[in-house]
């Protein structure tokens, strides 16, 4: 068994030189800058443009969304003001009465004070049960479609359906609970 220095050897008292591996051919090295140049233009001119546009429209969808939620999020805050405010006029209204019960208390009977002062609590808990109710509603409209936008955000930027209910519910709560405890001011990220 020859050693792999003494076929070179050989080989070389032969005349014959063996070719170096290491060799560098010019044609080799045209031809693989032409395949890397059209390669590159390849790839510039059709992967490049789809990624931008993808990027683009990823972009635009999260700014929707947002633009979506924050809207919902000022309807919430208005709806919340107008409640705030009938509760203020139900109170101020069984003041009203209450007033005039104690204006007519020592005139009437004591039974009319005492009615004037039960149908004052009645407007007073039914404004505030009306108010609970509508704040109530407001709230569970909010987040549904909050969450109807999150989980279609979620899925676009995924990249995958959230079509199942309790992968929906979880996204659904965690956006909730990121945009409570996120910074308040629009525009923060």
Do not use: W
């Amino acid at each position: 068994m020859k050693s792999m220095f003494l076929i070179l050897a050989e080989g070389e008292e032969g005349g014959h030189t063996p070719e170096s591996p290491l060799a560098i051919e010019p044609v080799e090295i045209v031809l693989s800058l032409i395949v890397f140049a059209l390669l590159f233009l390849a790839v510039r001119k059709f992967v490049v443009p789809n990624f931008e546009k993808t990027y683009a429209e990823r972009t635009q969808a999260i700014e929707g969304g947002l633009a979506a939620a924050e809207n919902k999020q000022a309807e919430a805050d208005a709806k919340l003001a107008e409640l705030e405010q009938q509760l203020a006029d139900a109170r101020h209204e069984a003041a009203r009465i209450r007033e005039e019960a104690r204006e007519q208390g020592p005139r009437s009977s004591p039974r009319c004070g005492e009615q004037a002062q039960a149908e004052s609590a009645r407007i007073v808990e039914h404004g505030k049960a009306q108010i609970e109710a509508e704040r109530q509603q407001a709230v569970t409209s909010l987040r549904a479609e909050v969450g109807t936008l999150a989980t279609g955000l979620a899925g676009r930027i995924v990249g995958e359906s959230l079509e199942d209910d309790a992968r929906q519910a979880r996204v659904v709560e965690r956006f909730l609970a990121d945009l409570e405890t996120g910074p308040s001011a629009p525009g923060a990220n």
